[in-house]
């Protein structure tokens, strides 16, 4: 620690993963900058950073959740399809059941805390492994999700669309010139950040997440954190669930469905260790930034849909890997 301290200031931040996202951001800028006229289009412009800002939240509100767990060495699989379910159920709350939109957040809220619940139960309680658990309960909610999604007369709709006037007048709210769920993204960045790095709640985390059993022998109920965070990462999700329906008016088959990894993605290309106990929200939110900003070049530029998942798909097994070979390094010097 002391070693860490002596280390200048400038130092640490250009060593920093947050740095080098930021270097990588300016060169995509660059780069689709350069390509965007071929195509014509326009990349660096004012239009373009704000849809980059606008479409940070949804991702935002699972990297956050997926990221703090993370950190206490857990995964969750189902929070992007829980964000799903909770955008059908704001949209069929609306347009099927009549009931306000609010009613309609509150209960989606609520059915999000009982997935959670559920997850950390299976893996708490019946010792499911995390991977398994999660990714059964993803198969539930999307069950679920299309069974909500059908109507009487059993005919499934891949998209239930609505319509609501106080979610309209709240999308055109414009704060410092970006929409209300970007200003709602960074308080829930700051908050979550303050939480992690300077209160004894996230000390406990990075304690659980770096060694489990030392943990629990210095007393520190990693149980009931699993169940806070799990609990966590669902409403975080149904959030962004919110967020995505109140945009597009609309709930669907397929809401969310790019997004399942996207919030791991960003948290580990981040610096936010897949072994759990390292990494911070600062370096999340620019992996999320540059995610955004890579596929929104691609589209500008004209790129196949099936090449920019490709890419996203890399840049998690590339964010894998460099977690891989920081940990490999890090156990060599603990060890030398």
């Given amino acids: 620690m002391e070693e860490y301290k002596s280390v200048p200031i400038l130092t640490r931040i250009l060593r920093s993963k947050a740095f080098l996202l930021l270097v990588l951001l300016v060169m995509l800028i660059i780069v689709f ?13 004012f239009t373009t950073l704000q849809r980059a800002l606008s479409d940070l939240a949804v991702p935002s509100c699972l990297a956050i959740g997926v990221g703090m767990l993370i950190v206490h060495g857990g995964i969750d699989l189902s929070a992007a399809k ?15 059941w009549m009931i306000p939109w609010w009613l309609a957040l509150i209960i989606a809220l609520a059915i999000a805390l009982c997935v959670g619940f559920v997850n950390a139960f299976l893996i708490n309680e019946l010792r499911f492994m ?10 539930v909610g999307d069950a679920v999700l299309r069974l909500i999604s059908t109507t009487g007369a059993g005919v499934q709709r891949a998209v239930v669309n609505f319509r609501d006037d106080t979610i309209d007048a709240l999308n055109k709210v414009m704060i410092f010139g970006v929409t209300w769920s970007v200003v709602l993204v960074v308080i829930l960045f700051i908050v979550y950040g303050i939480i992690l790095s300077k209160t004894k709640f ?34 975080l999700a149904s959030i962004g669930g919110f967020i995505y329906a109140s945009r597009v008016k609309n709930g669907g088959l397929m809401t969310m469905i790019n997004d399942q990894f996207t919030g791991m993605t960003a ?24 995610l955004r900003t ?14 920019t998942n490709i890419a996203s798909g890399a840049l998690l097994l590339i964010a894998l890997s460099m977690d891989y070979f920081s940990q490999t390094r890090q156990a060599k010097r603990l060890t030398a």
């Fill in 33 to 45: 900058t350069i390509l965007a006229p071929f195509n014509d289009g326009n990349f660096f412009k």
């Fill in 294 to 307: 890579f596929n929104i070049g691609m589209v500008i530029i004209g790129a196949n849909a099936y090449f």
């Fill in 202 to 235: 996230g000390r406990m985390m990075y304690f659980v997440g770096g060694n489990r059993m030392a943990a629990r022998l210095a007393g520190i109920n990693a149980r009931k954190i699993s169940y806070i965070l799990f609990m966590n990462t669902s409403l």
């Fill in 130 to 139: 995390p991977f398994i658990a999660t990714m059964a309960m993803s198969t």
């Fill in 267 to 290: 948290a580990i290309l981040g610096g936010i260790s897949f072994g759990g106990g390292m990494g911070g929200l600062g370096g999340a939110f620019m992996g999320v930034l540059v």
């Fill in 82 to 96: 829980v964000g799903g379910l909770s955008a059908v159920v704001i949209a069929v709350g609306i347009s099927t």
